[in-house]
């Protein structure tokens, strides 16, 4: 878990470089507003497996701080709609590389928000590929469950995470 939330560090940082250094996209607002809903997003994911990682070594009930991540989820929400009218405006009046890979970016970012806080997307392990295949469907993402289990026991939290 550790490991996680350094890679979802790195990925800032490593996605910057690659797409505003090494491939020069130009740094517009577009680009810039959908370069920075994916990379809050990508910290609020290292936020997590941070604080998942606390909670195991600790064994507390619930990952730390698992009230602000309730609020995330609701703010980008917000966030991801306003920055898409951003984006699609800008794109209307100036397509090409001065927008677009904000959409790009900004497709990322709602990937990542729906893979962190409602069903898991990513599926990088072993584990997880055999699961998709025995199950056929998307698990509830881990972050939705603690959230889902720091409310309180529901029927549907046990099932939806085996």
């Known amino acids: ?22 491939f020069d996209v130009p740094a517009t607002v577009p680009n810039l507003v959908g370069y920075g809903l994916m990379a809050l997003v990508l910290l609020e994911g290292a936020g997590y497996w941070a604080a998942k990682h606390r909670q195991v070594r600790t064994g507390a009930a619930s990952p730390p701080a698992i009230t602000t991540f309730r609020r995330l989820r609701r703010i980008n929400v917000v966030a991801l709609a306003a920055g898409a009218i951003v984006i699609v405006v800008a794109s209307w009046r100036d397509p090409g590389t ?65």
Do not use: C, I, K
């Not at 939330?5 to 990925?11: G, M, P, Q, T």
């Open 1 to 22: 878990m550790a490991r996680l939330a350094l890679l979802e560090l790195v990925n800032v940082g490593l996605l910057a470089w690659v797409f505003f250094g090494a």
């Open 98 to 162: 001065r927008s677009w890979p904000g959409v790009g970016f900004w497709a990322f970012a709602l990937a990542e928000h729906v893979n962190y806080f409602h069903v898991q997307l990513m599926h990088d392990t072993a584990a997880d590929v055999r699961r998709l295949l025995r199950t056929r469907r998307l698990r509830r993402s881990h972050l939705a469950v603690d959230l889902d289990r720091s409310r309180g026991p529901s029927p549907t939290t046990v099932r939806d995470h085996r």
